[in-house]
């Protein structure tokens, strides 16, 4: 592990593809808590908050699983999970809980994350080989 500020590191923090995904659902995080929507939609919220932050989560347990085809299973779930985060998105933006602007800064971070996951689990797939 590595060390940052007299404090040591897990492996996956160095990955920027994982400091990417946190980024992601920070600004999701930050988007949800501006949204000014009917009370008895918590839960969609809540899914929301629970898909963006999922992404990053299956980066570090793929990481720390023991072979390159278990991490590439984790990289498939997070991929999943931010897919599942813009589906959401699409959704509260459909409402009008969230402006034009704001779902397409997203979309682009998504997207962007999308193609990282991707070229992360083909150079893994590559290397099992």
Partial sequence: MGKVKGMEKFKFEELEIWQRAVEFADLVIETAESLETPRNHFRLIEQLEAAATSVAMNIAEG??????????????????SLFETVTL???IHKRRWISDEQV???????????????????ALKKSQS
């Fill in 104 to 122: 397409a800064e997203l979309n682009q971070f998504a997207i962007a994350l999308a193609k990282m996951l991707n070229a992360f689990i083909n």
């Fill in 63 to 80: 990481k720390g699983r023991y072979s390159k085809k278990e991490f590439v299973h984790y990289l498939y779930i997070a991929r999943g």
């Fill in 89 to 91: 998105l699409k959704i």
